[in-house]
């Protein structure tokens, strides 16, 4: 993949200030430049799963507020960090969402699934602030975001992505990849970031591989790299901001072992609420775009599944195979028969 393409496809947190070599080898676009993911939110709850505020006939499981007798809904809503409401989207003369809605909250493990070309990375997108929404609306942390997502974005809630295609920069080194946002943002001295780099890299199983280019690496290390940038974070902050990370097919292509070590990667940097180097609180939450059923089961807890331009069922994972909704059950069983045609 050239530079130019991954400028287009990664969206890494970047300021427009100093620019140090690394950037001049990425020939980086004006549109890189301008797709830095900093909304202000000032959300922070302790993680729980629980459900979107739409009904589904199949939850089963009971929250912590009902647990603890609290204001169910005060307390959900305080823990909603992204909101897509009514959210719609056409290319052309090609609708693809017809009105998604659904919340994200702090501390849940989100799966969309669905056919190909149902507008999954489409809502990610939206989600990132990388398209806007033709209509409907995408909340951050309860506030609006107005069009696409721009330098001038106060700090608050990082919103990463993490394209399928892993989308690493051709012309730059593992090191340089990964330490992309520090070397070009960050006051960190240059030594510093590189032992980050390094730790960062050993957290997502990968050693020595630092002066390697992408073009030396397998398929799933180049995932693993894509992901370990997007964990790695600028220690000399003073606030560790919620994060909420997007994952779009992450283990697409992959066999079933270097899926399963993905997988417990994007599990493993969320549920013990730690980043690559301890640190409490980084990943608040995050959302896995995946058609593979390992995925499924093993990185996510609730799922929606979108159709036809809408969110035609949630549930938590555990019911996705017994669920008796027609469009699920075909395309969890795989069967040509059902609702969903080619
Ligand atoms: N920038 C764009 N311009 C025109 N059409 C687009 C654009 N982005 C996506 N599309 C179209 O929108 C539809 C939805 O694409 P999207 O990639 O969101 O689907 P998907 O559900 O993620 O698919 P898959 O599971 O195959 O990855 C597709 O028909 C795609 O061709």
């Known amino acids: 993949m050239s530079s130019s393409t991954a400028a287009n496809s990664w969206t890494p947190l970047l300021s427009v200030g100093r620019q140090r070599s690394v950037c001049a080898r990425a020939k980086l676009s004006g549109s890189l430049w301008k797709a830095r993911r900093r909304i202000a939110c000032g959300c922070s709850a302790p993680p729980w799963n629980s459900r979107n505020g739409h009904p589904t006939a199949e939850s089963s499981t009971s929250s912590l507020s009902e647990k603890l007798?609290?204001?169910?809904?005060?307390?959900?809503?305080?823990?909603?960090?992204?909101?897509?409401?009514?959210v719609h989207k056409s290319f052309g003369d090609k609708r693809i969402l017809e009105g998604v809605n659904f919340k994200i909250r702090h501390g849940e493990a989100v799966g969309i699934?669905?056919?190909?070309?149902t507008g999954k990375s489409t809502i990610l997108k939206i989600m990132a602030g990388l398209l806007s929404p033709d209509k409907g609306e995408v909340l951050i942390c309860g506030k609006q975001r107005h069009g696409l997502v721009s330098?001038?974005?106060i700090s608050g809630l990082r919103i990463g992505l993490v394209f399928q295609s892993a989308a690493l920069f051709d012309s730059l080194t593992v090191r340089e990849n990964v330490g992309f946002l520090l070397y070009e943002n960050s006051r960190m001295p240059v030594d510093h970031i590189s032992n980050l780099v390094t730790k960062t890299l050993?957290?997502?199983?990968?050693?020595?591989?630092?002066?390697?280019m992408p073009s030396e690496l397998s398929g799933g290390m180049k995932k693993r790299v894509a992901l370990a940038r997007s964990i790695i974070?600028?220690?000399?902050?003073?606030?560790?901001?919620p994060e909420v990370l997007l994952y779009?097919?992450?283990?697409?292509g992959l066999d079933p072992i270097a899926s399963t070590v993905v997988e417990d990667l994007i599990r493993s940097v969320h549920s013990t609420g730690q980043d690559s180097r301890g640190?409490?609180?980084?990943?608040?939450s995050y959302v896995v775009v995946t058609h593979q059923h390992s995925t499924i089961r093993r990185a996510v807890d609730r799922l929606l599944f979108l159709y036809e331009g809408k969110v035609v069922w949630e549930g938590m994972t555990h019911e996705f195979n017994t669920t008796l909704n027609p469009i699920v059950r075909q395309f969890a069983s795989g069967s040509?028969?059902?609702p969903i045609r080619y």
């Open 113 to 117: 699934i669905g056919p190909s070309g």
């Open 69 to 86: 007798g609290m204001d169910k809904q005060g307390i959900e809503e305080s823990n909603v960090l992204i909101e897509c409401r009514d």
């Open 279 to 284: 640190h409490t609180g980084k990943v608040a």
């Open 248 to 252: 779009d097919e992450p283990t697409a």
């Open 233 to 241: 974070f600028d220690e000399t902050k003073e606030i560790i901001e």
């Open 202 to 212: 050993a957290a997502v199983g990968l050693k020595g591989v630092e002066d390697r």
């Open 336 to 338: 040509l028969d059902g």
């Open 151 to 153: 330098d001038e974005e």
